[in-house]
């Protein structure tokens, strides 16, 4: 299995009535950077990344709620305007005066984004891996995908459970086939636990329900017209998500609206790119924040 350069360290805080897991890396007093993991994914998911960046940052990680070893609410499905609530608590206990770094993978990215328009004073930098939105909801489409999301209501969401901690790792590597057998391994233990001789997985299966707030692209773009800090937009090679995106008619037009825009694109990587690149993406966050702290 994979062992860990730098372990990380676990704290509970209770932010917005739920009581958060947080991970932490590196030395307390050295620079915070606050890492937000995306959907279906836990907060260990930094671990990889976080090996070579922990000698210089305080990296912290929350598992978002609903995922890992943050509980679920309660509630039969989940939106965005809670992660942003969350994220905010957060910072303000950990950073209360100061501006802060973040870095989002995919579903972390886009809340990344988004909150860095809302609060620009309290975002240094944003460094956005593959968190490139959703197609847009078209107005006339908003009545079927209410209905869609009242029937998933009634019928409920499960997800699968596995036979081992093998199968886990299995099912990761199926998804993405970069990542490497003892990563798969060392994820597989945080991404799910034995429960009754199954190992099942920690999220929450009400995230599976449709999301019932549609995406606007227009109101999204003029959160990123508000974001004050820099932003490195970081995409992988051979991203599926990726390439659906880039399907689309208004794509590339949308980063237009981000003022302080610089890309770049890890080689030999997928939607994934901190499992499958992790130094190479270390490495793009470091020389980003360090060019955009002096």
């Known amino acids: 299995m994979y062992v860990p350069r730098v372990p990380s360290r676990s704290e509970t805080l209770v932010v917005r009535g739920v009581p958060h897991h947080l991970r932490h ?39 978002w709620r609903g995922f890992g070893l943050t509980g679920p609410t309660g509630v039969d499905c989940y939106e965005f305007s809670d992660y942003l609530g969350d994220l905010d608590a957060l910072l303000r206990h950990l950073s209360p005066d100061a501006p802060v770094p973040l870095v989002g993978h995919s579903m972390g990215g886009n809340i990344a984004m988004l909150y860095a328009g809302v609060r620009p ?14 197609p847009g909801t078209q107005a006339q489409d908003v009545p079927a995908r209410l209905a869609s999301w ?38 597989a233990q ?21 999301n019932r707030v549609a995406y606007r692209v227009d109101e999204v773009q003029a959160c990123w017209r508000a974001i004050q800090a820099p932003v490195l937009w970081v995409e992988g090679d051979d991203s599926g998500i990726l390439r659906r995106m880039t399907a689309l008619p208004d794509y590339r037009s949308r980063l237009e609206a981000v003022r302080h825009l610089r890309q770049a694109t890890v080689a030999n990587a997928s939607h994934m790119l901190h499992h499958d690149q992790p130094e190479a993406v270390a490495q793009l966050v470091a020389e980003f924040l360090d060019l955009n702290s002096r």
């Open 25 to 63: 890396w590196g030395k307390p007093g050295a620079p915070l950077l606050l890492a937000l993991h995306g959907w279906m994914d836990v907060a260990a998911s930094f671990q990889f990344v976080a090996d070579h960046l922990a000698d210089r940052w305080h990296i912290v990680a929350p598992d």
């Open 121 to 134: 004073d309290r975002i240094s930098a944003v460094v956005n891996l593959e968190g490139l939105g959703l």
């Open 150 to 187: 009242l029937d998933q209501l009634v019928e409920g969401a499960k997800l699968q459970d596995y036979a081992s901690a093998d199968a886990v790792a299995e099912r990761l590597r199926k998804t993405n086939p970069r990542l490497t057998p003892d990563r798969a391994a060392f994820l």
């Open 190 to 210: 945080h991404w799910a636990k034995e429960v009754n001789g199954r190992w099942v997985l920690l999220a929450d299966p009400a995230h599976k329900i449709l």
